[in-house]
Nanobody, 130 residues
Framework: QVQLQESGGGSVQAGGSLEISCNAS??????????MGWFRQVPGKPKENVAG???????TSGDSVKGRFTISKDHATNTVHLLMNSLKPEDTALYYC??????????????????????WGQGTEVHVSS
């Protein structure tokens, strides 16, 4: 089992910024080569990819947040941070931290579909008012 502890989130006006963070721990935590990042969900829709850090450190993000959101990883604390700038009302959602184990043949290299994630956090709410 991998525990994902999320922090941050809250309410902000459009154009503002917020940062959310997620710390990984637990007996199944690989310590290296994993993928970790964020999905978001609004009622009635499936989880949408926001951004992730792949096993070798590359980052990837969804089209709707490119240029506005930045994901980073603190290796010393096993924490990923998502800095969200220029927030829009349509960014309002429940943001979930997600973790994918390393691949059988090497570091995790797959990010983008919620079905491919192995562990989830409980979610942190982000609300952007117009």
């Amino acid at each position: 089992q991998v525990q994902l502890q999320e922090s941050g989130g809250g309410s902000v006006q459009a154009g503002g910024s917020l940062e959310i963070s997620c710390n990984a721990s637990g007996p199944d935590f690989s310590g290296d080569g994993y993928c970790m990042g964020w999905f978001r969900q609004v009622p009635g829709k499936p989880k949408e990819n926001v951004a992730g850090v792949l096993g070798l450190g590359a980052t990837t993000s969804g089209d709707s947040v490119k240029g506005r959101f930045t994901i980073s990883k603190d290796h010393a604390t096993n924490t990923v941070h998502l800095l969200m700038n220029s927030l829009k009302p349509e960014d309002t959602a429940l943001y979930y931290c997600a973790y994918r184990r390393p691949e059988r043949y090497g570091p995790c290299s797959l990010w983008g579909r919620y079905q491919d994630m192995h562990f989830w956090g409980q979610g942190t709410e982000v609300h952007v008012s117009s």
